[in-house]
């Protein structure tokens, strides 16, 4: 039987312990393993809430897209346009063939900036 608050639990405690690796990535300028772990908190954000909606365990996707149409959350075109921006790069580290373009470390920041503020929304909409 699936423990709804555990498995949410879950979701959210790995995707803090990711938020911190893009931290501490970034600080080191690993600025594709950074985003790469940004993509991973949000992912593991967004199946918390598809733990809660449904009831079910969440699918083996990494398809932000994807996940947000079976749970239906309220981005902003904004942060729907981020998510988009996050997708290119939880590919990097899957696919070594994929290599997309390393973004400045200015922008790759912001990343992560907007990355936080989204993780912490989602958490705060559980």
């Not at 580290?93 to 912490?120: C, H, M, W």
């Amino acid at each position: 039987m699936l423990n709804i608050q555990r498995q949410i639990e879950y979701w959210i405690k790995t995707a803090s312990e990711d938020m911190v690796t893009a931290e501490l990535l970034m600080s080191k300028n690993r600025v594709l393993h950074s985003l790469f772990f940004c993509h991973l908190t949000i992912e593991k954000a967004i199946k918390a809430h598809f733990v809660k909606k449904t009831g079910q365990f969440a699918p083996k996707t990494h398809n932000l897209f994807l996940l947000n149409e079976q749970v239906k959350l309220n981005f902003s075109e904004d942060e729907f346009v981020f998510l988009g921006i996050l997708m290119k790069y939880q590919l990097e580290g899957r696919y070594p063939d994929y290599e997309p373009a390393v973004p400045s470390v200015e922008n790759a920041k912001s990343y992560l900036k907007l990355t936080k503020q989204l993780f912490i929304w989602l958490k705060e909409e559980l």
